[in-house]
């Protein structure tokens, strides 16, 4: 039983990493929120554009984030994506940058659903259209 625990325990780090992999190597900002819009996951892309380190924002509530992004434009879709039989939605804003510039930024929330189908949590990528971060 240790044995296979043991396993278990390396197969999931190993997953843990790959995954981590996946989320550094995008240019794009993903941010993802729980169902009370709580950030679980900022990567680096989203770092680069709204200036603040993962530490800084896991844990806080979204639209309560001071980054630039007019969160109050993204609410609608994300609370659609979130709610029952939701699917991905888009916008496109312009916001300001973490260099005081704005950009283009088209936002796609990707609900995020569990084995049963029921969307927990969203995902939430973020790509300048105009290349400049």
């Given amino acids: 039983m240790n044995y296979e ?3 278990r325990s390396g197969e999931l780090n190993q997953a843990n990493t790959f995954l981590g992999a996946v989320l550094r190597s995008l240019e794009a900002g993903v941010v ?10 900022w990567n680096e892309g989203a770092r ?6 993962e530490s800084e ?5 979204l639209l309560n984030l001071d980054i630039g992004l007019p969160l109050g434009e993204l609410r609608k879709p994300i609370l659609e994506a979130l709610g029952e039989g939701g699917g991905t939605r ?4 312009l916001p300001v940058n973490r ?8 936002v796609t929330v990707t609900p995020l659903a569990d084995d049963g ?3 927990k949590s969203a995902i939430l990528m973020m790509q300048a259209l105009d290349g400049g971060v």
């Avoid at 680069?48 to 380190?53: A, C, D, F």
């Avoid at 260099?99 to 088209?106: V, Y």
């Fill in 5 to 7: 625990l043991g396993d």
């Fill in 32 to 41: 993802v929120v729980n169902g009370d819009l709580l950030v679980q996951t």
């Fill in 48 to 53: 680069e554009l709204w200036g603040l380190h």
């Fill in 57 to 61: 924002v896991v844990g806080r509530h």
């Fill in 90 to 93: 888009t916008a496109t804003v």
């Fill in 99 to 106: 260099r005081g510039r704005e950009i283009e930024c088209h």
């Fill in 117 to 119: 189908g029921r969307s």
